[in-house]
T-cell receptor, first 111, second 115 residues
Framework: ELKVEQNPLFLSMQEGKNYTIYCNYS?????LYWYRQDPGKSLESLFV?????AVKQEGRLMASLDTKARLSTLHITAAVHDLSATYFC???????????FGKGTRLSVIA | ETGVTQSPTHLIKTRGQQVTLRCSSQ?????VSWYQQALGQGPQFIFQ???????GRGNFPPRFSGLQFPNYSSELNVNALELDDSALYLC??????????????FGPGTRLLVL
């Protein structure tokens, strides 16, 4: 059974600081996703990582994937208040497996 | 290109009632997956519909059922509602050819409250 673990589950960051969210998964998978969710809203797709060593960046967020370690990281650079949200990683394979989500990391950026 | 849409946006029901949620898939997509997201949790897979048939199911009881229509839209039906069914229900559409499924795109969700 595929399991996805995120840590930390809660993160309070000061504006301007850097931090990393970690996502571990238990079995071989083809694709890893990062989503952002604002309170009461749906999931906003941030990144899709498809291969070992993949790195994608958008603004202050950068995601990477190490398939050998079954680990993805979401790095936040110089945090700003607008990044406050819950971030989920999710994993699937291109076959018949559904998306399996982590429990999410609730990020709060404070002045 | 039209994205994934869901209706209604919010719904309040009482225990024991039945509810139907609706999802229209993104243009060009033929597969719909449903997820339940309880407060403070990650989304949990309910089931997927492909070619109008259930194509995979998560750990949900039979009172959760669904349909997919020829235009690829889908319904999620929940019978005998329980308080724990209160959640955000997310629909995601994708394109599938046989065993290969492309990236899923999520709709805005339906928030269900069971009293």
């Amino acid at each position: 059974e595929l399991k996805v673990e995120q840590n930390p589950l809660f993160l309070s960051m000061q504006e301007g600081k850097n931090y990393t969210i970690y996502c571990n998964y238990s079995t071989t998978s083809d694709r890893l996703y990062w989503y952002r969710q604002d309170p009461g809203k749906s999931l906003e797709s941030l990144f899709v990582l498809l291969s070992n060593g993949a790195v994608k960046q958008e603004g202050r967020l950068m995601a990477s994937l190490d398939t050998k370690a079954r680990l993805s990281t979401l790095h936040i650079t110089a945090a700003v208040h607008d990044l406050s949200a819950t971030y989920f990683c999710a994993v699937d394979t291109s076959g018949n497996t559904p998306l399996v989500f982590g429990k999410g990391t609730r990020l709060s950026v404070i002045a | 290109e039209t994205g994934v849409t869901q209706s209604p946006t919010h719904l309040i029901k009482t225990r024991g009632q039945q509810v139907t949620l609706r999802c229209s898939s993104q243009s060009g997509h033929n597969t719909v997956s449903w997820y339940q997201q309880a407060l403070g949790q990650g989304p949990q897979f309910i089931f997927q519909y492909y070619r109008e048939e259930e194509n995979g199911r998560g750990n949900f009881p039979p009172r959760f059922s669904g349909l997919q229509f020829p235009n690829y839209s889908s319904e999620l039906n929940v019978n005998a509602l329980e308080l724990d069914d209160s959640a955000l229900y997310l629909c995601a559409s994708s394109f599938r050819t046989g065993a290969l499924q492309e990236t899923q795109y999520f709709g805005p969700g339906t928030r269900l409250l069971v009293l």
